[in-house]
């Protein structure tokens, strides 16, 4: 069965430093691949989605890049944290084809405090 | 660009009290997806809808698609303290879905 992980759950820094949340997916191939972020009590905004290995499509201009190394490995990072960049990090993967009904599957989240 | 809005943002019910969030998208979909997410939780996928006007229903939920496949509904039955989190609906475009704003749910025992 396909599974999620991502990492670490919860994640304190402080203005200006770096950052780095690792996302992977087991027991399938060739997933497509997205983050999110959701502020408290706010929906979902998609920063990065990823159909493939070294591909990797920009949904908000802001200080984060994503990058996707291997099939099965979504990597969020920045170089100088934000206080806006607080939030809740869910990576999510999905097989993207015609007659999918199993939507998205999401890791079980980050949560960023940036202070 | 496409999207999504729900109504109600918020909705706090007694427990046993039925509940529906509305759904309406700028474009038309060619399916929704809809997620629950509980407090301090993840989304998690209940089901998608393709076909105009389809209607399905797991226990106490059903999930409707319009005819114009422009929007979709979640009504929720006898409402329970375990139904407590958010729902979001989700629109499909490239490569990627685009959710509603979700709506919250609080259940009053």
């Known amino acids: 069965s396909q599974t999620i992980h991502q990492w670490p759950a919860t994640l304190v820094q402080p203005v200006g430093s770096p950052l780095s949340l690792e996302c992977t997916v087991e027991?399938?191939?060739?997933?497509?691949l997205y983050w999110y972020r959701q502020a408290a009590g706010r929906g979902l905004q998609l920063l990065f989605y990823?159909?493939?290995?070294?591909?990797i499509s920009s949904e908000v201009p802001q200080n984060l890049s994503a990058s996707r190394p291997q099939d099965r490995q979504f990597i969020l990072s920045s170089k100088k944290l934000l206080l806006s960049d607080s939030g809740f990090y869910l990576c999510?993967?999905?097989?993207?084809?015609?007659?999918?009904?199993?939507?998205?599957?999401f890791g079980s989240g980050t949560r960023l405090t940036v202070v | 660009g496409q999207q999504v809005m729900q109504i109600p943002q918020y909705q706090h019910v007694q427990e046993g009290e039925d509940f529906t969030t509305y759904c309406n998208s700028s474009?038309?979909?060619?399916?929704i997806q809809w997620y629950k997410q509980r407090p301090g939780g993840h989304p998690v996928f209940l089901i998608q809808?393709?076909?105009?006007?389809e209607v399905k229903k797991q226990k106490r939920l059903t999930f409707q698609f319009g005819e114009a496949k422009k929007n979709s509904s979640l009504h929720i039955t006898a409402t329970q303290t375990t139904d407590v989190g958010t729902y979001f609906c989700?629109?499909?475009?490239?490569?990627?879905?685009?959710f509603g704003t979700g709506t919250r749910l609080k259940v009053l025992a």
């Open positions: 999510a993967w999905s097989h993207f084809r015609v007659g999918n009904s199993y939507g998205y599957t």
């Open positions: 027991g399938t191939s060739n997933p497509n």
């Open positions: 990823s159909v493939g290995i070294g591909q």
């Open positions: 474009t038309t979909l060619s399916n």
């Open positions: 809808l393709v076909k105009s006007g």
């Open positions: 989700a629109g499909q475009g490239t490569y990627k879905y685009i």
